[in-house]
């Protein structure tokens, strides 16, 4: 069966989500076969990296990696290409993965795809592009299909691989030395999850009317377990941070479920979120346009609702 690479997103040694669900999405095209680059693989990575469905496990555990920026995972991938000469590779499609991405595709002389939010048969990659207006489905053309895909693209979904480890050593190249880490600044690690990879994301716009009122957000996101998004217009307001701000210049996000609350759904908004699977907008002009886009949409004060919904939610 044909080999796809899937390169492993990990933090503190443990597995991201996001690989789960490239590991389920690998399955569909051919045998998974995961890519560990830098410090930290353990017994249990490797259990949950077999668990998801990779038949082969290589690792490259060098710490050394982890000094360097993306160029080292750029070169380990391409010479595992040149080695293995998989089927396709999928990175995730976050600021990392991409460049990752765009520098094998030089390195490998191929094709590569972005901000895919579905894969299927034949390494047929999905877009939705034009703040959702239009959906693409592409394939490379030449070389090996390298592909990045959205978080959330896929479910993770469990499916036994026969994770046999091959070590990895991966000679970095002068190039891949040229921009060194000098310091890794750790944003405070809160209990919600990634605004990127969040399977839920409740949003908050100019419509939540301050920075005390984005409590009534947070509180709701708590409920469910969600990360915390904002607008622009909110985050230009300094009523939440710009780290948390969705759209065309700030995060994508393709979550199972959206929530926006006092968004009126700009398209550079659009931008950042249209392609999550189901939208829920709750704004009290009928005529915002987010309820165009929106699958479920409740006309009304935020300042009612949200607090109702949050209290349902925490009976449940
Ligand atoms: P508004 O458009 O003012 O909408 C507020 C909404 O809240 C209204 O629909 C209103 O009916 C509703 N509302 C008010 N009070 C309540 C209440 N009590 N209960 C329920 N509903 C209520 N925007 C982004 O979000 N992300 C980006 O990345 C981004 N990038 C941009 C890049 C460029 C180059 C430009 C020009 C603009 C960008 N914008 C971006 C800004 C964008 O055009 C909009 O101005 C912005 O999205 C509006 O934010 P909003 O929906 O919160 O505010």
């Not at 991405?101 to 972005?114: E, F, H, P, Y």
């Not at 693409?136 to 499916?159: C, D």
Request: charge should be negative; avoid cysteine; charged fraction near 20%.
């Amino acid at each position: 069966m044909a080999e796809i690479l899937v390169l492993v997103e990990h933090v503190d040694g443990a597995v991201k989500k996001v690989t789960l669900e490239l590991l389920t999405l690998a399955r569909s095209l051919g045998s998974p076969s995961a890519v560990w680059a830098g410090a930290g693989y353990s017994p249990d990575a490797k259990a949950q990296l077999a668990e998801y469905g990779a038949d082969k496990i290589y690792v490259a555990g060098a710490a050394e990696i982890d000094d360097y920026v993306v160029a080292p995972k750029a070169e380990l991938l391409a010479q595992l290409v040149s080695a293995a000469a998989p089927a396709a590779v999928l990175v995730a499609a976050n600021a990392e993965g991409k460049e990752i991405a765009a520098r094998l595709a030089i390195k490998t002389d191929s094709g590569v795809i972005t901000d895919a939010v579905g894969l299927g048969e034949g390494v047929l990659a999905e877009q939705s592009i034009f703040g959702g207006g239009v959906d693409v489905k592409s394939r490379v053309a030449k070389g090996t299909p390298i592909v990045a895909v959205r978080p959330n693209a896929a479910n993770p979904e469990p499916a036994a691989g026969a994770g046999a480890e091959e070590q990895v050593s991966v000679t970095l190249s002068d190039a891949a030395q040229a921009a060194k880490v000098v310091e890794r600044v750790h944003e405070e690690k809160g209990a919600r999850p990634e605004l990127t990879e969040a399977a839920i994301v409740v949003s908050g716009g100019r419509g939540v009317g301050s920075a005390e009122n984005f409590a009534v957000i947070e509180r709701l996101a708590d409920a469910l377990g969600a990360a915390v998004g904002a607008s622009r217009a909110a985050t230009d307001a300094g009523w939440y941070p710009h780290q948390f701000q969705v759209g065309q210049t700030g995060k994508t996000v393709s979550p199972q479920l959206y929530i926006a609350a006092g968004i009126s759904g700009a398209i550079q908004h659009r931008a950042g979120m249209q392609t999550a699977k189901t939208i829920l907008a709750i704004n009290k002009d009928p005529e915002a346009p987010i309820f165009e886009l929106a699958d479920f949409g409740v006309v009304g004060d935020l300042h009612q609702i949200v607090p109702q919904l949050s209290e349902e939610v925490e009976k449940r």
